[in-house]
């Protein structure tokens, strides 16, 4: 822990990646794993554009239902310790692939999201996009100016990654000193790509998580357990070696 702290203390550029580990101590379930998403929906069920033009109905409950459990939910340590990082001026982005916004609310300004948004909806004719502040009422909502159906704004299987923000990644991944890998199986890709990017460039990898992930590979170091429990102790650390 030290040893990362004084690494991430000295970098100039370090950069955030993380997945649906750090949500999960919020209460918002993973997609992979004991307890995830994937054991008791099948995505092509849910989560393509090919199930959302064969039944709306069936897709926007499973998306209400999500969400109503991350409206319910609050930022976790884990979240509040990476917006201190950024608030310390050590980190200067977070790269992520959760959809919940839960980084924003706990503070986080430059946060790159790569699968999209929970609260933002797309309209299937007119293209238009909509935030949201609550789950949704109607379902399936229609959009207020054309009619169409609403969409979630979120990446889809099968869907390519919102260009403004893969490039966005890329630009921070390429030029990252540092990248803190946290709560991410390393096994969806393109996502997956950045931290490998990051450290074809030079960066050093730090990843969190309570298990082994695909990112193991190429990790400088491996510190094993809950971001929630881990991040706050990084933080502490990370104060100590600034002053």
């Known amino acids: 822990m030290e040893e990362v702290a004084r690494a991430l203390a000295a970098s100039k550029s370090a950069v955030a990646f993380t997945g649906a580990g750090v949500s999960a101590e919020s209460g918002v379930p993973t997609f992979r794993g004991a307890g995830g998403l994937w054991e008791r929906y099948r995505p092509e069920e849910l989560a393509t554009p090919e199930a959302f033009e064969r039944d709306p109905d069936l897709v926007w409950r499973w998306y209400k239902w999500r969400q109503e459990l991350i409206y319910a939910a609050d930022p976790n340590p884990a979240h509040l310790a990476l917006a201190e990082l950024e608030r310390l001026g050590v980190l200067k982005a977070v790269i992520t692939q959760n959809v919940d916004g839960l980084h924003r609310k706990a503070g986080s300004r430059r946060v790159v999201e790569l699968h999209g948004n929970i609260w933002r909806v797309r309209c ?27 969409r979630p704004a979120v990446v889809w299987f099968g869907e390519p ?10 630009s921070l991944a390429s ?5 803190l890998v946290v709560g991410t199986s390393g096994a969806v890709y393109p996502a997956a790509h950045i931290p490998r990017i990051a450290k074809r460039n030079g960066a050093v990898i730090a990843v969190v998580d309570p298990g ?11 510190i094993r357990g809950k971001a929630a429990e881990i991040l706050p102790r990084l933080v502490a650390e990370v104060r100590r070696c600034l002053t």
Do not use: H, N, Q, Y
Request: some cysteine; glycine content about 10%; proline content about 11%.
């Open 161 to 170: 990654l919102p260009r403004g923000a893969w490039e966005e990644a890329l």
């Open 175 to 179: 030029s990252a000193d540092f990248m």
């Open 212 to 222: 082994e992930t695909a990112l193991d590979d190429i990790a400088d170091f491996k």
């Open 124 to 150: 299937t004719s007119c293209g238009r996009e909509f935030p949201v502040e609550k789950p949704v009422g109607e379902i399936p909502p229609r959009c207020p100016i054309c009619g169409g159906l609403l």
